[in-house]
């Protein structure tokens, strides 16, 4: 009987962190340390873009980062003023463990000074990510 318990249990607790990662996950959000955090040009290794940037840190084996890939591109090209810059994670480690990006696809939403206005830890999606720039410019 305690081993159907502690079954059902588990059970509970991962359905419950499964329903809460899916809700979570790609949703473009304000962190409280973002706003003072600024990333530069040549911290990226390409410029910013005039009006915002679009970061996304990647992996070469990430198969959501390909996705994301798309849709940062197709809104940088909508809006104009806006650069999409990819950033591969596991070169630029330094820059990883500074802004703590713990998983890819993460997105940045930079503004035009590369102060951090939001992020997003998995796949954005492009309505969300047309809001965020509507935030940053």
Known sequence: MTGLVVCGVVLAVASAFGLWRAVRDGRL????????????????????GE???????????CQPCRATRRVLAEVAGM????????????ERLDLVRRLEILRTPTVLVLDSGGRVVRRAAGQPRRADVIAALGEAV
């Open 51 to 61: 009006r915002a940037t679009l970061v996304q840190f990647s992996t070469a084996f």
């Open 79 to 90: 809006v104009d003023g806006v650069a999409h810059v990819e950033v591969d994670a596991e």
């Open 29 to 48: 959000r304000v962190r409280a340390k973002d706003g003072a955090v600024r990333v530069s040009a040549a911290e990226l290794g390409a410029g910013l």
